[in-house]
Every structure is written in structure tokens, then in C-alpha cells.
């Protein structure tokens, strides 16, 4: 069964750190690839994604990930961390171009707190 | 509405007891989907309408779990005879289409089973 992993659960980090969130994932056909957000108190929102073409997505607020198909990962990457990035964020796969296409599974979740 | 909207916000409810959960989608989305999320877990993926087409219900947990969407818009989680483990908060999310992956999510009914 498709499945997808990040291994961070909790990142401390203070502002203007560098941060990358790992997320692999085990679908060995084509896949789409999400990272998700949830800043406190909010709705889960889009923050990039991946269908095809350059595997270096960039997303909104300074958030990019690259795909790398041998590794399969996608991880998340952002040069320097504000304050206001402190959120829970997901990374999500779907199948690409078959019935399982609209069935997106989603990681653990990766808690990033970035202190002040 | 402008966003997916979900009922109740909380519910606290005693084990044994049944539950119905409900989510209004943004108009105009023809996917729409149930997640639970539990602390520590991620979004455990439940079920998945779009359009006519019959859901995908490979996520429900077991058959205590049910969901049906009336006129291609308003869905209903259903959870009977509910156990401490289904303590979770319930995500109802939409989608313009399949096969776009931007779903929209509500803000979640946080069910507790005393």
C-alpha cells in the first residue's frame, strides 16, 4: 500500500535557519506530490505541489521542494525561517493517472516551531 | 459559503453511542473527502466521493463507520456505537475536481468518546 514518511516530527529551529523537512514515499508508479500547512488555529492550506516537468517546485512564503524520483522523496526546504512558519506541515502523494488519483494519503505531520 | 464547512465543531459524546458528523463543501466541488486526524498520526484517509461515481471507502477504519453524500454536495460521516479510539478530529475536505490535489479543508469536528 502507498505510503508516505517524514521523519521529522518536531524541528526547533531560530529565525533565519535554514530548514529541510524530509518526506519519502513508497508508490513506485507516477505520483503527484503536496506539502500542506497548518498554521495554529487555521485550516490545513496548499503549499506547493508537483505534477511534472522541473522537480524543483517553489511555493508560496519562500517554501520549495524537489522531487527526486530515485530517492523518492520530496523534500521541503526554505533558506531562512520566520517566526510566523511555526505550523505543522504534511506532505501528501497521489497516484498519478489512475482510479487512486483523487485519493491523496498524507505523512505523519512535522511540527515546526521556530523560536524568536 | 465561501469555505468547507463542518458540524459540529465539537462533540463530546458517551462510548456506544452514535455520532453523525457533517460537512458542507465549497459550491461548485465535485470531490469531496474525510480525513481523521489524531495527534501524532497525520490524516488518516477515510473515504472519497466524487462526482456519481460510487466512493472509495477504503480508509474506513470498520463498519461502525459510514458516510453517504446526498445530491452531489452535502456529506455525512456516520460513526456507530463509537469507542475511545475514535476520539480524533474529523476533516471534511473539497475539491474542484479529482484529480487536481488542492483540497480545501474545514476546520474539523473534534469528536471525544468518553
Known amino acids: 500500500a502507498q505510503s508516505v514518511s517524514q521523519h521529522n516530527h518536531h524541528v526547533i529551529l531560530s529565525e533565519a535557519a535554514s530548514l529541510e523537512l524530509g518526506c519519502n514515499y513508497s508508490?513506485?508508479?507516477?505520483?503527484?506530490l503536496f506539502w500542506y500547512v497548518q498554521y495554529p488555529g487555521q485550516h490545513l492550506q496548499l503549499l506547493l505541489k508537483?505534477?511534472?516537468?522541473?522537480?524543483l517546485v517553489k511555493g508560496i512564503k519562500g517554501f520549495e521542494a524537489e522531487f527526486i524520483k530515485s530517492k523518492f522523496s520530496f523534500n521541503l526546504r526554505k533558506p531562512s525561517v520566520q517566526w510566523s512558519d511555526t505550523a505543522e506541515y504534511f506532505c501528501?502523494?497521489?497516484?498519478?493517472?489512475?482510479?487512486?488519483?483523487?485519493?491523496?494519503?498524507f505523512g505523519q505531520g512535522t511540527t515546526l516551531q521556530v523560536k524568536p | 459559503g465561501a469555505g468547507v464547512s463542518q458540524s459540529p465543531s465539537n462533540k463530546v459524546t458517551e462510548k456506544g453511542k452514535d455520532v453523525e458528523l457533517r460537512c458542507d463543501p465549497i459550491?461548485?466541488?465535485?470531490?469531496l473527502y474525510w480525513y481523521r486526524q489524531s495527534l501524532g498520526q497525520g490524516l488518516e484517509f477515510l473515504i472519497y466521493?466524487?462526482?456519481?461515481?460510487?466512493?472509495?471507502k477504503s480508509g474506513l477504519p470498520s463498519d461502525r463507520f459510514s458516510a453517504e453524500r446526498t445530491g452531489g454536495s452535502v456529506s455525512t460521516l456516520t460513526i456507530q456505537r463509537t469507542q475511545q479510539e475514535d476520539s480524533a478530529v474529523y476533516l471534511c475536505?473539497?475539491?474542484?475536481?479529482?484529480?487536481?490535489?488542492?483540497?480545501?479543508f474545514g476546520e474539523g469536528s473534534r469528536l471525544t468518546v468518553l
Open positions: 475536505a473539497s475539491s474542484l475536481a479529482w484529480n487536481t490535489g488542492e483540497l480545501f
Open positions: 508508490y513506485g508508479g507516477t505520483v503527484n
Open positions: 508537483y505534477f511534472s516537468g522541473d522537480p
Open positions: 501528501a502523494v497521489n497516484e498519478h493517472g489512475s482510479s487512486n488519483t483523487g485519493k491523496l494519503i
Open positions: 459550491s461548485g466541488h465535485t470531490a
Open positions: 466521493f466524487q462526482g456519481n461515481s460510487a466512493p472509495d
